[in-house]
């Protein structure tokens, strides 16, 4: 929770370091057990709705007015989130050794998406880099690469 809410707070709109796989990780898991729990009651009134030929029916328009307050909601979580995400994104790519531009590969269908995958699950880059320097720390980062030899 500490990684989610470092990400909100202190680096909503930082694009520039690197973030560890523990930060991206934990605020991805975060964020989508939130965006689940907005979306139920949302799908839930759509499947009701589906199930429901009489649109008359008391409990369905409760129901609507329940869906538009989860959508509405719903809508404005994602937007707010729209930015740390990208930021936290672009960071963890800069912590293996690659551009913040390499997430416009997901605009490539389903192979660009799987690429973006494996370079999120990488390890970081040891040392330091040109977007700084290691997130985990120079002696961690100088262990590293002597376990490598």
């Not at 991805?28 to 689940?36: F, P, Y």
């Not at 930021?87 to 293996?96: F, I, P, Q």
Request: hydrophobic share 50%.
């Amino acid at each position: 929770m500490n990684e989610y809410l470092n990400v909100i707070r202190n680096n909503y709109a930082n694009f520039q370091g690197r973030a560890r796989r523990r930060e991206f990780w934990m605020f991805t898991l975060i964020n989508t057990v939130i965006l689940v729990l907005l979306q139920i009651p949302v799908q839930g009134a759509v499947l009701a709705m589906a199930a429901q030929q009489d649109s008359e029916n008391a409990g369905l328009g409760a129901m609507t007015g329940v869906t538009l307050i989860f959508g509405v909601l719903l809508l404005i979580y994602s937007l707010a989130v729209l930015v740390p995400s990208l930021a936290v994104s672009v960071r963890r790519l800069h912590d293996t050794g690659k551009s913040g531009w390499w997430y416009l590969i997901t605009f490539v269908p389903f192979i660009g998406s799987l690429v973006l995958l494996v370079l999120m699950v990488l390890d970081s880059e040891p040392g330091s880099n040109k977007w700084g320097p290691s997130p985990k720390g120079t002696a961690q980062a100088g262990a590293v690469s002597a376990n490598n030899w």
